[in-house]
């Protein structure tokens, strides 16, 4: 997410969300905080959704809750939200305005023209927003493939146009900034495709982002070409197939895909599986497959399963296991390091430059990255021409002071993630995600101390119960040496001690022993109860 702001009056550039780390126990999605743009006499004049994937779309509903302002995009990124939208039962007060690619629409200071680029996904735009102080182009996801088989090319020629007129920032997208040469063109995947369908021996599995429409077409055309039927696992491929067709961006032959419930009616031979899941994430179609979890349809021998995909940095441990438990169960299995069946959508070094050298922009900022991916994209940008000076690389909440002849860091403002689990929005922070990893690593230990009301004397226990540390069994030993522990470190305690001071000495006592004893360091809560 980004905000252009021009006295107090902001534009915000896409809504997206991040799936969690697998350091974030428990928590369900990642979205942006937003809470500088709710601050008092700020005035946000509407969204603008550069293109219809997650990490751009994603969080539109939870902003939208608490920021109620006209979205504007293409027809198919809000043919995409909308679903979003529905589930959490804001579809009807939501303010959604269908743009063209070419368009021009102006909000307060700002004139927004949305340009085509090429991207896995149609109706993907870079966007040229002309401001008080200049011309700023925000690049989106793009890359450079002059005949791509479905969708538009990036649209150099106009962004050439507006390098002449002169721009005055270039926002550019970082993603493949550290690859060299070029990303390749979906129609080098034609070709290993074919070869699967036309060898197969049987039953075929496709696994993609569920939001990658060209590479999903590319499959459906070859599933009517070899004559095999389809089945479709996962809600949100499922979802977003129904609207592009409904759209008219995805093409499937009437009576071509079958219910989940009756695959098993289809000669393997004669059968394509869709799935979502191809990053491996556990409660996935593929996962679930793979592990033969999936109510209707389990890996088989003889399988040919295709992820078609990328491995999304910090995900590498998941798609592998999914990729062994694969071939464990007999299937034969095609990814980025046996064969050529992914290209990606972001733009290699070689379009990068490219892109630059047309624009020719007074500053840059690389975004959309990571630190590393964002300080190589200035680097081509250095190599391309922009003065040293020119270039700033930036983190989440840094400010860019911009006017016709500077740009230079402002003040920090909030940023940064917030946690969204199950019903919760917020409410998980960086201290509750520490408890759940201590607690995940080591387990807990409960000890339960009665006193007495009156005298502070001890009562009962102390009683400690165990989850997650150590099997019962081999337990038994060490939490009865740490009760002793606990029992003698309270006989220190003369008159009415106050319960603070017991419950800290009694979770010293037990952390010592259960050290001692296993080098473990588990949660140890104390409670103590008046009797």
Not at 72 to 80: A, K, M
Not at 204 to 229: D, K, M, P, T, W
Not at 514 to 527: G, S
Request: glycine share 8%; hydrophobic share 40%.
């Amino acid at each position: 997410m980004w905000a252009l702001e021009w006295e107090n009056q902001l534009l915000v550039v896409d809504s997206g969300l991040m799936f969690p780390q697998l350091e974030m126990h428990g928590v369900d999605l990642v979205i942006p905080d937003i809470s500088y743009l709710l601050q008092p006499g700020k005035k946000v004049l509407g969204i603008v959704l550069t293109h219809g994937h997650e990490d751009h779309i994603g969080a539109l509903p939870f902003v939208l809750k608490r920021l109620n302002v006209p979205v504007y995009s293409t027809r198919l990124t809000l043919g995409l939200a909308k679903p979003k939208l529905k589930e959490h039962r804001i579809l009807r007060e939501a303010d959604l305005r269908e743009v063209r690619i070419g368009d021009r629409f102006r909000l307060g200071p700002f004139s927004v023209e949305m340009i085509a680029v090429c991207h896995s996904i149609p109706d993907a735009t870079a966007l040229a927003i002309k401001t008080p102080v200049g011309m700023v182009i925000y690049t989106g996801d793009f890359k450079l493939d002059d005949d791509p088989p479905e969708g538009r090319p990036t649209d150099l020629a106009r962004l050439a146009q507006l390098g002449r007129d002169g721009v005055l920032l270039l926002l550019g997208d970082s993603t493949n900034a550290e690859r060299e040469g070029h990303s390749g063109s979906e129609r080098d995947l034609l070709e290993p495709f074919e070869r699967i369908f036309r060898e197969a021996p049987s039953r075929i599995v496709v696994a993609s982002f569920a939001s990658n429409l060209h590479r999903i077409q590319q499959v459906i055309s070859l599933a009517e070409e070899y004559g095999r039927r389809v089945g479709i696992a996962g809600r949100s491929l499922q979802t977003n197939m129904k609207t592009a067709q409904e759209l008219g961006y995805l093409r499937v032959p009437a009576g071509m895909t079958i219910p989940l419930k009756q695959v098993d009616s289809v000669p393997l031979p004669k059968l394509l599986m869709l799935m979502a899941g191809s990053q491996g994430e556990p409660m996935s179609s593929l996962s679930r497959y793979a592990n033969r979890s999936h109510p209707a349809v389990g890996v088989r021998e003889g399988d040919w399963v295709v992820i078609s995909a990328t491995p999304i940095p910090g995900n590498e441990t998941l798609v592998n296991r999914t990729i062994n438990n694969l071939y464990k169960h007999g299937a034969e299995v095609f990814y980025s390091t046996t064969g050529k069946v992914h290209v990606s959508g972001h733009a290699y070094r070689e379009e990068i430059r490219t892109l630059i050298d047309t624009v020719r922009p007074r500053f840059f900022v690389p975004v959309h990255g990571e630190y590393r991916q964002l300080l190589h994209n200035s680097r081509i940008a250095l190599a391309a021409g922009v003065p040293r000076e020119n270039l700033k690389v930036i983190e989440d909440g840094q400010v860019l002071e911009l006017t016709a002849d500077s740009m230079v860091l402002g003040e920090q403002v909030p940023a940064g993630y917030v946690f969204v689990d199950g019903l919760g929005i917020g409410d998980v922070e960086q201290v509750v995600l520490r408890d759940r990893g201590h607690l995940a690593a080591d387990g807990l230990v409960v000890v339960t101390i009665g006193l007495d009301r009156a005298t502070g004397a001890l009562r009962s226990g102390p009683e400690l119960i165990s989850r997650g540390f150590m099997e019962e069994d081999s337990s038994v030993a060490v939490l009865a040496e740490a009760r002793k522990a606990v029992i003698d470190s309270l006989k220190g305690f003369d008159g009415e001690p106050e319960p603070a001071a017991i419950k800290e000495t009694a979770h010293d006592a037990v952390q010592r022993v259960i050290w001692r004893r296993t080098q473990r360091q588990p949660m140890v809560i104390p409670v103590v109860i008046d009797q």
